[in-house]
């Protein structure tokens, strides 16, 4: 399974950016981010069957949007509102949990694509 993951760059804050992930087949999805001297953490996730079923970590939560083109494989993360603490290495993984379920732990995705830097200036 590969994963590539893009759209990262650098923005001011107040500003967005949208990633995207394109995978070689269809999984339940998930972002994750990894701050300089942080431990990896939890963005968001969505499941494999339902676009609607997604989970968001609480500082993301209202500001970031997850979605998904199941024709294309990929997944999306529009990332509103950028705030200076959003600065991290963003990763897309991949899980093989089917219908509904939204995985939230690291442990739970398999595969992983190799990070997108998003810097968010002051």
């Known amino acids: 399974v590969q994963l590539q993951a893009f759209g990262g760059g650098l923005v001011q804050a107040g500003d967005s950016l949208r990633l995207s992930c394109a995978a070689s087949g269809r999984f339940a999805m998930g972002w994750f981010r990894q701050a300089p001297g942080k431990e990896r953490e939890f963005v968001v996730g969505?499941?494999?069957?339902?676009?609607?079923?997604?989970t968001y970590a609480a500082p993301v939560n209202g500001r970031f949007t997850i979605s998904r083109d199941n024709a294309k494989n990929t997944i999306y993360l529009q990332m509103n509102r950028l705030k200076p603490e959003d600065t991290a290495v963003y990763y897309c993984?991949?899980?093989?949990?089917?219908?509904?379920?939204?995985?939230?732990?690291?442990?739970?995705?398999?595969?992983w694509g190799q990070g997108t830097l998003v810097t968010v200036s002051s």
């Open positions: 993984a991949a899980a093989e949990s089917g219908g509904s379920y939204v995985n939230r732990n690291s442990w739970e995705y398999k595969y």
């Open positions: 969505i499941s494999f069957r339902d676009a609607r079923a997604t």
